[in-house]
């Protein structure tokens, strides 16, 4: 069974830093890209950052230079390592797994159940 756990949410000021694990079972997660989402009240689920398996790093424009993405293969965990926290950073934030296996047209998708960041005074 595959389990994709997120902690390390919480309530900090506008200016501070948090960090986000997902600690995952069920996968071998050194195949898999892996990725933090964010759902605030009435918007979409967006892209926050995502790691592929060989290390390459993307974001979205709203958080470069303030967040890093990295990967523990070993302990299974990914981290989202937050600072300089504006008040639109509040949100929902959600691990993702997600393998394509080209060769055998199979997609392996995975979501843990969220952690809140709330940035607030």
């Known amino acids: 069974q595959v389990r994709l756990v997120e902690s390390g949410g919480g309530l900090v000021q506008p200016g501070g830093s948090l960090r986000l694990s997902c600690a995952t079972s069920?996968?071998?997660?050194?195949?898999?890209?892996m990725g933090w989402y964010r759902q605030a009240p009435g918007k979409q689920r967006e892209l926050v950052a995502a790691i592929t398996s060989g290390g390459i790093t993307n974001y979205a424009d709203s958080v470069k230079g303030r967040f890093t993405i990295s990967r523990d293969n070993a302990k299974n965990t990914v981290y989202l390592q937050m600072n300089s926290l504006k008040h639109e950073d509040t949100a929902v934030y959600y691990c993702?797994?997600?393998?394509?296996?080209?060769?055998?047209?199979?997609?392996?998708?995975?979501w843990g159940q969220g952690t809140q960041v709330t940035v607030s005074s």
């Open positions: 069920g996968i071998t997660l050194s195949i898999y890209t």
């Open positions: 993702n797994a997600d393998r394509i296996v080209a060769t055998m047209n199979m997609k392996y998708n995975y």
